[in-house]
């Protein structure tokens, strides 16, 4: 949870994903699109990744990837981050964090 | 082969009457035939705004592609025993082979063509009333009659192809496996083949039986095959019926929408209704998740919607940014800021489809390596076994992400949906709904008309 909490911290937008994992790469598709560079850590290729899946789940994350970060703040999963972008909210939620400016 | 032979049978333009058959025959299981056939012929003829009735032809359709479904599994095999087989039977004596030759194999394929022709021919003389409404009163006649030789030609043909397998068969069973040019062919040697070809027709035989079944009961196929099959099968059948089910109420309270923005009424009102018709739409979305866990290809495959439909289907449904983008025009007059939430709204769709679509091509790829990827090892057999196994076990953990995929498209659309609400006035959303449903229902009208159009 620390590492987790760490990386979170370390950029405005942070994604972890699995290399395997299709939808982690629609979801950072959808940022790179929306102009924020999100930091992308896989936990297959990090040496605590089961520690750190274990750590998502027990923030409700499920599926564990992918899991978003805004501001240091954890956003949700592929779900939550279809809906906010729907009613607006991501864009502002990225704005807020100085993700993106427009 | 019973597929086969109903095509010879029929020239194309009897063969898409009779497929325009299978949705009345449904429709006759289903209720109220006259009705429902005049309801079905005006929607195929009556121009301008298509204002359906409480059954917007997902009946037929349901059955239509149940029908479809089983048929084409039968054609399958009945060419894969066709095709490589005159003797099934390996052993016995020559008088069962002969008695038994008859009523196993191929020829029960004969037996069941008969019922075969006699249904088409029972659905021709049924399709008189469809094609009667559809076309000129003058082509009547000229149908009857050209149907009459067609169906006489069909049987003769039959006839004559029966007694030429008839002859094979005696040929085959007298001499039973002395028959050199058979046994001598290494296949016929080998038990395992032999097994094969003896499951390959009992299959044909249990799908046979399927189809009768289904033609009795219309919806419902209990399959007494494996487990896997009838589960995946069944997931289908029932997400059809479902779907058919909830397009039939859709229609009703679209009815009841549109009556209501006739007949000026409240606000308040409209809100009910449409509140209404949001949860409602919200079902079908629970309902293809569902369907989604149970057999998700069937979901893609989009088999559950009308062909025009499925022209324009993308991740087991349709597009929101498209349709927003239809919208758009017909909702007029929007406010300044109305026009920037609905563009934003069409902006954020697309970003999303793209996003998801990406995900999809991702997955194609990744799923096309694993397969592709040769287990070119130095290792004994056991290691590429061991190799196999790994590849298939990573490609089916693969297909089973297409779940999550559906589920996040569906999100999209249901999210989509709520949002136009949001923006919209409540008299702009009882428009936009109703615009919504013309479209939808427009294309179903579209693919009834694509199917029954004469062809020669």
């Not at chain 1, 936990?43 to 990744?49: C, H, I, K, M, V």
């Amino acid at each position: 949870m620390d590492r987790v909490k760490d990386l979170a911290s370390k950029k405005a937008a942070v994604i972890f994903t699995k290399s395997s994992c299709c939808m982690c790469h629609s979801i950072t598709q959808l940022f790179y699109e929306l102009g924020a560079s999100p930091a992308v850590h896989e936990l297959d290729n990090d040496p605590y990744g089961r520690q750190m899946e274990w750590a998502l789940r027990s923030l409700g994350c499920n599926p564990s990837v992918p899991a978003v970060f805004i501001g240091g703040k954890f956003v949700g999963s592929s779900k939550d981050v279809i809906s906010l972008h729907v009613d607006g909210s991501l864009k502002q939620l990225l704005m807020d964090a100085k993700a993106i400016w427009f | 082969m019973p597929e086969a032979s109903r095509v010879d049978s029929f020239c194309l333009s009897d063969f898409d009457q009779s497929i325009g058959n299978h949705l009345e025959n449904a429709v006759e299981l289903s209720g109220n035939p006259v009705n429902n056939s005049l309801k079905v012929s005006s929607q195929t003829i009556s121009p301008g705004p298509v204002h359906l009735g409480t059954s917007d032809r997902l009946p037929i359709s349901v059955d239509r592609s149940s029908f479809m479904y089983l048929e084409d599994r039968l054609s399958l095999l009945a060419q894969k025993v066709q095709s490589t087989n005159h003797i099934i039977i390996p052993s016995g004596d020559t008088e069962n082979q002969e008695g038994s030759a008859m009523a196993d194999a191929s020829p029960r394929t004969d037996i069941s063509t008969d019922a075969d022709t006699d249904d088409k021919n029972q659905r021709f003389d049924g399709s008189q009333s469809l094609a009667a409404v559809a076309s000129d009163s003058s082509d009547r006649s000229k149908d009857k009659t050209d149907q009459k030789t067609l169906r006489r030609l069909a049987q003769n043909r039959e006839a004559a192809r029966k007694s030429r397998l008839r002859k094979k068969f005696l040929q085959g069973s007298r001499s039973g496996y002395g028959n050199s040019s058979f046994v001598s062919s290494g296949r016929m040697q080998n038990p395992a083949y032999v097994q094969q070809l003896e499951s390959s027709r009992l299959k044909l035989t249990q799908l046979e039986q399927e189809l009768q079944r289904a033609r009795q009961q219309g919806i419902f196929i209990s399959s007494s095959g494996d487990q896997a099959h009838s589960m995946s099968g069944n997931g289908a059948m029932q997400f059809d019926v479902e779907y058919a089910r909830w397009l039939e109420e859709q229609n009703r309270q679209i009815n009841e929408l549109r009556a209501a923005v006739n007949s000026h009424a409240s606000d308040t009102e409209l809100r009910m209704i449409i509140d209404g018709i949001l949860a409602h739409y919200d079902d079908i979305f629970r309902l293809k998740g569902v369907a989604a866990k149970a057999d998700v290809f069937h979901l893609l495959s989009g088999m559950w919607k009308t062909p025009a439909e499925r022209c324009f289907l993308w991740l087991g449904g349709f597009r929101s940014s498209e349709l927003l983008k239809l919208l758009v025009n017909q909702l007029e007059p929007l406010t300044e800021q109305q026009l920037v939430g609905i563009t934003n709204l069409q902006q954020s769709s697309q970003q999303a489809e793209d996003a998801l679509s990406q995900g999809m091509e991702a997955l194609q790829q990744s799923l096309a390596e694993t397969l592709s990827s040769g287990s070119l090892g130095s290792s004994g057999s056991s290691g590429n076994v061991a190799n196999y196994m790994g590849q298939m076990a990573m490609a089916m953990g693969k297909l089973g992400t297409l779940e999550g995929f559906i589920r996040q498209a569906d999100n999209l659309r249901q999210q989509t949906l709520q949002q136009m609400h949001r923006i919209l006035t409540t008299r702009q959303s009882a428009r936009a709904l109703l615009a919504i449903h013309d479209y939808f229902s427009r294309l179903r009208a579209l693919s009834s008309l694509w199917l029954a159009r004469p062809r020669d």
